[in-house]
């Protein structure tokens, strides 16, 4: 058994201890939609902090807590605040909730980010369903000794986003009369915001919005044969396209601005599951 596996375990048998619901889905709950579990039934809460050998978020707006709970009749777990490379954690750390989750029963994932756009038709607010990502420029999860029981040694990336997934969020939208782009997510380190140069770079690439998360959880994810969907909010423009410097600041009031639109749309997109 790896020290990854060992850990799973661990964290694991005592959320097993402590919650009685066993998750259909599980939500990665990115900046503006931090009160989404303010929505569900029966809310069962675990800190990270409680849970032996699991990575704490250290990043301000990140809760930093699972939720269980009911929504429309299904059974989800919400991560309240994720973790990231950039704070000092290993891809394997950054990537254990997603495997977690899996273990738990949830077979479904949503993930959700702020992001900066890139392409040229997107403006701050904009929401975008991911259809594919790129992974080139952080390191890849699956690195190391593989978890065979986790999921095979060389797993196929040719379908990380589920098509009938990305129907449901389309359909969910129109319904909503929410404009939804799709478009190709890029994944950096951070914590730095990326140059001018470097936007030119992956605009090139295909990339239409650019982040510090995702990407590798849908990547592990993918590797234990979950279904997964995801959604970037446009936050601001990437570097060099407007020539306003960036801050996390105004990434937080741009996601609080359009929260309530997000959370409607994820709201019905799980309704439709």
């Known amino acids: 058994m790896t020290i990854v596996e060992e850990d799973l375990k661990k964290a694991y048998d005592y959320i097993k201890e402590n919650i ?13 939609l931090g009160g989404f579990a303010e929505y569900f039934d029966d ?29 429309y009749g299904k059974n989800i777990i919400a991560m309240q605040g994720r973790v990231h490379y ?24 949503l993930l959700t980010n702020a992001s900066g756009g890139i392409n040229d038709s997107f403006e701050s607010g904009t929401l975008m369903a991911i259809n594919d990502h790129i992974t080139s420029f952080v390191p ?3 690195i190391g000794k593989n978890p065979d029981n986790l999921g095979v040694r ?49 605009k090139a690439l295909g990339a239409d919005a650019v982040g510090m998360s995702t990407a590798c959880e849908a990547m592990a994810a993918m590797h234990m044969g979950m279904r997964i969907a995801g ?15 960036l801050s996390h600041e105004d ?6 601005r359009i929260s309530d639109k997000f959370t409607k749309l994820v709201k019905e997109f799980i309704k439709k599951i």
């Open 231 to 245: 959604i970037s909010c446009i936050t601001n423009m990437a570097a060099g396209i407007n020539p306003t410097a």
């Open 251 to 256: 990434v937080k009031i741009t996601a609080d």
């Open 86 to 109: 950039y704070e000092g954690y290993s891809m394997d750390r950054v990537v254990m909730p997603v495997r977690l989750m899996k273990l738990m029963g949830a077979s479904k994932l």
């Open 140 to 142: 890849s999860p699956l």
């Open 154 to 202: 060389f797993p196929d990336m040719s379908n990380v986003y589920d098509k009938e997934l990305l129907n449901l969020l389309h359909e969910a939208a129109n319904e909503l009369d929410i404009d939804l782009k799709d478009g190709v997510y890029l994944q950096t380190t951070g914590p730095n915001y990326e140059t001018p140069a470097e936007i030119r770079l992956f």
């Open 43 to 71: 809310k069962e809460i675990i800190e990270y902090k409680n849970i032996p050998g699991f990575p704490v978020s250290t990043v301000s707006g990140h809760a930093g807590r699972f939720i269980f709970g009911r929504l």
């Open 20 to 32: 009685s619901v066993k998750p259909d889905i599980a939500i990665i709950l990115g900046s503006g």
